[in-house]
């Protein structure tokens, strides 16, 4: 299920936005504060509580479940997003799920000025305390990532949006993320049925590959078809001049199947080609069907009714 | 018996029973004390695992199976299912798969697909005869008595059009070429 998490710096609205949003999709809102009301409880006493509360550190303790309290946080994490749609507010969230292909990592930000401002005019502080609960609350942010995850807070790559609050509006910023939210999960959608689309229409080259492919559906031996391609030949600047892709890959017992079932000039060629993939992938498995060999197979499942196999 | 279309003896009668009796007694020594179970897959291993069993000098269970190819509704081709199913639980059992032939490997990577599922202690497979060169998925043979030669053979349970099975001998056989 499609989800953002959205990582912000004090001051930026980033948590004015995450709510307003969870609003606006209609899905739940995952923050510290559910984590700690909810989660933690069933497994931390109240001093762990506590602790949990205070000091990033006290994450990578052991539970009473035998793994750390981060790890916890994570499994719990990824239970949830496989389940349904959600925003994830702050908890190292971008790091967990980063590269999680249905996940929109967002940052709201905006200049330490308007950052500024905006304390002094929420907390009614001065500019000397809204400064140091600026640099507070921004380096409590940047410590748990680093203690936990051992990365930079502030390196912008870990995101796919950044948001800057000091040219977006709280609602302009909710549309844009309502928006990336609803197209990603229409393409991943559209992506996923396109996936069922080509694996229901395999198109065989030949009526053998066919009727192969027949025979190890019989078996309900699972397989695919040209699932990949090795290359056997480079020219001199390292392009691939010469590739093979076997007919057949049967996953269960990691074996390629290739038939021929053509004329023998074909079969020379391609004796060729198998002999050169086995020298240069040595690992691999592979499998021959010739002509005779095809036909006397054909010629077992010529079937009837109780075919004895 | 003698008949047109059997050619010269692959296998002679003591040749088989030699090589039987000395798989036997190799499984004897192996499933000491594990009780296995053995499995014939019918029909084909019907004489071998009968002569196995009886050359074995541990005890055994012993279950048959058989598998066969059904038309399927929504396809033009069949699909396998089995004639016989076990009459045996085999969960946590040692058991030991006979087969007559072992050759592209898909009949018995059915069989063990099945078996898997019901967890036993451990599976093998022996093998009358064993013909590597027609494999198509890498299976482990545990035992075998004979390396298939490159012709058509009858006999000792192998047969032709559900013919030939008595024999006592493997023999190779040409059908007869029909006008």
Redesign the interface.
């Known amino acids: 299920m499609t989800f953002i998490t959205i990582s912000r710096e004090s001051g930026s609205f980033g948590e004015e936005i995450a709510l307003k949003l969870a609003e606006s999709l209609n899905i739940p809102l995952i923050s510290r504060s559910v984590v700690m009301s909810d989660w933690f409880p069933e497994i931390a006493d109240k001093h762990e509580l506590h602790m949990l509360s205070e000091s990033p550190r006290f994450y990578l303790t052991n539970s009473k479940l035998d793994i750390t309290f981060a790890a916890y946080l994570e499994q719990r994490l990824r239970d949830v997003v496989a389940r349904q749609s959600v925003i994830i507010f702050g908890l190292g969230s971008q790091i967990i799920f980063a590269n999680h292909p249905e996940a929109i990592h967002v940052k709201i930000m905006a200049s330490t000025e308007t950052r500024l401002n905006r304390l002094r005019r929420i907390h009614r502080l001065g500019h000397e305390d809204a400064r140091r609960m600026l640099q507070l609350t921004d380096r409590k942010h940047k410590r748990y990532v680093s203690t936990i995850y051992n990365q930079d807070w502030s390196d912008l790559s870990h995101y796919h949006l950044v948001l800057n609050t000091d040219l977006l509006s709280i609602d302009e910023s909710v549309s844009l993320l309502r928006f990336a939210f609803e197209n990603k999960h229409t393409l991943t959608e559209a992506a996923e049925s396109e996936e069922d689309k080509t694996a229901k229409a395999v198109v065989f080259k030949n009526d053998s590959e066919q009727e192969f492919a027949?025979?190890?559906?019989?078996?309900?031996?699972e397989w695919e078809y040209e699932p990949h391609t090795f290359p056997i030949e480079w020219d001199s600047e390292g392009n691939i001049t010469l590739a093979f892709s076997p007919d057949f890959y049967?996953p269960?017992?990691?074996?390629y199947?290739e038939l021929t079932t053509m004329n023998q000039k074909y079969v020379s060629e391609k004796k060729k080609k198998m002999k050169k993939l086995k020298e240069l992938y040595p690992g691999i498995?592979i499998?021959m069907?010739f002509k005779s060999?095809f036909h006397a197979?054909m010629k077992r499942?010529g079937?009837?009714?109780?075919?004895?196999? | 018996m003698k008949e047109a279309g059997i050619g010269r003896i692959v296998f002679t009668q003591e040749q088989i029973q030699k090589q039987v009796s000395e798989m036997a007694q190799a499984l004897s020594r192996d499933y000491a004390g594990k009780n296995p179970i053995l499995i014939g897959i019918l029909k084909g291993s019907f004489y071998f695992m009968s002569d196995l069993t009886r050359y074995m000098t541990i005890p055994v269970s012993i279950d048959f199976l058989s598998i066969g190819v059904y038309p399927e509704v929504t396809k033009k081709t069949g699909i396998v299912r089995f004639n016989k199913e076990l009459d045996l639980s085999i969960t946590g059992r040692h058991v030991l798969l006979v087969e007559d032939i072992v050759g592209t490997g898909l009949t018995l990577s059915y069989i063990c697909q099945h078996m898997e599922a019901f967890k036993p202690a451990s599976l093998k497979i022996c093998t009358l005869l064993d013909n590597p060169s027609e494999r198509l998925l890498a299976i482990n043979i545990d035992y075998r008595c004979f390396i298939m030669p490159d012709v058509f053979l009858v006999g000792y349970g192998l047969d032709y059009e559900q013919r030939y099975r008595n024999l006592p001998y493997i023999a190779a056989y040409q059908p007869e070429k029909q006008d």
């Open positions: 027949k025979i190890l559906d019989m078996y309900g031996l049967l269960r017992f990691k074996t199947i498995n499998n069907v060999d197979l499942f079937l009837q009714k109780g075919t004895d196999v």
